[in-house]
């Protein structure tokens, strides 16, 4: 990043994140962990399911939804997932 100029403030700041640094006060950590998780549930989840056991998938499911906001928790929910993979995020969450 130095060397296409940007300055060391903004370097730090990009460590930090990509470092996670203060998460869960750092509210721009917070945003990229949401973003993170809901990455994960819409394009990963799948492919976890099909390569994983099953309790292994559930709790990473459960790992990844402390970490998420309310606001990014009730966005997952509205996501359209397969009937595997819901019942999966439905065992996860106690549901």
């Not at 460590?15 to 819409?42: H, I, S, T, Y």
């Not at 998938?57 to 990014?72: D, E, G, Y």
Request: aromatic share 6%; hydrophobic share 40%; charged share 25%.
């Amino acid at each position: 990043m130095h060397e296409v100029g940007y300055g060391p403030d903004i370097i730090q700041q990009v460590q930090e994140l990509n470092l996670k640094k203060n998460f869960p006060k750092d509210q721009q950590v917070r945003v990229l962990e949401d973003a993170l998780c809901l990455v994960f549930l819409q394009y990963q989840l799948t492919d976890l399911a099909n390569r994983t056991a099953e309790d292994k998938v559930i709790n990473a499911l459960q790992k990844s939804w402390k970490k998420m906001t309310p606001a990014a928790q009730s966005h997952a929910l509205q996501l359209s997932y397969a009937p595997r993979e819901k019942a999966l995020l439905d065992r996860a969450l106690g549901q």
